[in-house]
């Protein structure tokens, strides 16, 4: 209707060149360098369609179509395919976004081939692709960024006859693991800058379900080796693998031998995790040569989310049973202590210490 211009449908077409538009996700505007557009409007909506648009995100070149939702009155939504060069800026950037410690650094010149951006306001954003390097391995990956956390829901590698699987979702309310096959060094000196292991590798078939409900809830199945390995997570990079011999069945997770190093530290590790009634049972042994309380309570920390809520107040341990400390040298708020033997007692309620033998 001519004199109702609220009610107007109006669709319109053409060229596009040199326009920028700001992102949450990049310090500077993102460069629409040209390609062809649609626009329709309604009373409902606006919906602009990019097709073959070239375009400049920090310093990647990248293409792209699809569809943008409401883009003159606050974007809602977009369905994006994509594909382009990554460099520097932009994989410092997604190293961020990933939150990876800074020292792993991407190899710049990755090539991005068959990848999809689907995201809804107030929803998750979901992000899958294909990269590949030039001399390196081809990964097709998935990743979802969910209340300010980004999700590894599935990544496949194949690197030099080798393949590995592996997923991990973290959260306040659930962790989930799953890994199989093989991984090496090799493939992260095709992938990083600097490969901050020089030797080593992971292989098995191990999947890992943890709940952090009311009654926490835990399920496992599978084998993992490992060897010399680190993840690239901020808080855990300076967490070290030695050495690792797990095993997961229902409910219980035997782990017949690790070696692990956090900074100067070093301590082997062994013994098993039950699920019973809602709480870990632990019945486990640490040996060092040296521990400082300080930095072993930092790394169980982070390695152990609270499970406490907005409609939750209760800020009780899922942890139950007994883990015997040995070491030889300890430092606890200055104090030193020499072969220490003590067990360490979790409750629901806390955390206690029994000292069977120590020396100043």
Not at 91 to 99: G, K, N, Q, S
Not at 105 to 111: D, F, N, T
Not at 167 to 184: A, R, T
Not at 248 to 277: C, M, P
């Amino acid at each position: 209707p001519l004199l109702q211009p609220d009610l107007w449908k109006v669709k319109v077409g053409g060229s596009l060149e040199q326009v920028a538009f700001k992102s949450i996700l990049f310090a500077k505007p993102v460069q629409l360098l040209e390609g062809r557009y649609v626009l329709q409007n309604d009373q409902k909506r606006q919906l602009l369609q990019l097709h073959e648009v070239r375009a400049q995100v920090l310093d990647s070149p990248m293409e792209l179509s699809g569809r943008v939702d409401n883009i003159l009155a606050g974007i809602t939504g977009c369905e994006l395919k994509l594909a382009g060069r990554l460099q520097p800026r932009f994989l410092d950037r997604l190293t961020e976004l990933l939150d990876w410690d800074p020292k792993y650094h991407i190899k710049p010149g990755v090539q991005v081939s068959a990848g999809n951006l689907s995201w809804r306001r107030g929803k998750e954003a979901r992000l899958t692709a294909q990269l590949m390097w030039s001399k390196g391995p081809k990964i097709q990956c998935e990743y979802v960024f969910a209340n300010g956390q980004t999700q590894l829901r599935r990544t496949n590698i194949i690197h030099d006859g080798r393949k590995a699987a592996f997923s991990l979702v973290s959260s306040q309310k659930q962790l989930h693991l799953i890994f199989d096959g093989e991984l090496n060094t090799d493939t992260l000196d095709a992938i990083l800058v600097h490969n901050p292991v020089d030797s080593g590798w992971v292989k098995g078939n191990l999947q890992l379900q943890l709940a952090w409900s009311r009654p926490l809830s835990f399920t496992g199945q599978g084998h993992l080796q490992a060897k010399h390995f680190r993840l690239p997570w901020k808080g855990l990079a300076a967490l070290e693998i030695d050495q690792l011999d797990l095993t997961a069945q229902d409910a219980q997770v035997k782990l017949t031998h690790a070696v692990l190093r956090h900074g100067e530290d070093a301590f082997s590790v062994s013994g098993t995790a039950i699920e019973r009634q809602g709480l870990i049972e632990l019945d486990m042994e640490i040996d060092a040569e040296r521990l400082r309380w300080d930095k072993l309570a930092g790394l169980l920390q982070q390695l152990a989310p609270s499970r406490a809520s907005a409609d939750d107040n209760r800020a009780e341990l899922p942890i139950s049973g007994n883990i015997q400390l040995h070491s030889r040298t300890f430092r606890l708020n200055g104090m030193a202590l020499s072969e220490l033997r003590s067990t360490l007692q979790f409750s629901p309620q806390g955390l206690s210490a029994q000292v069977r033998q120590a020396r100043l």
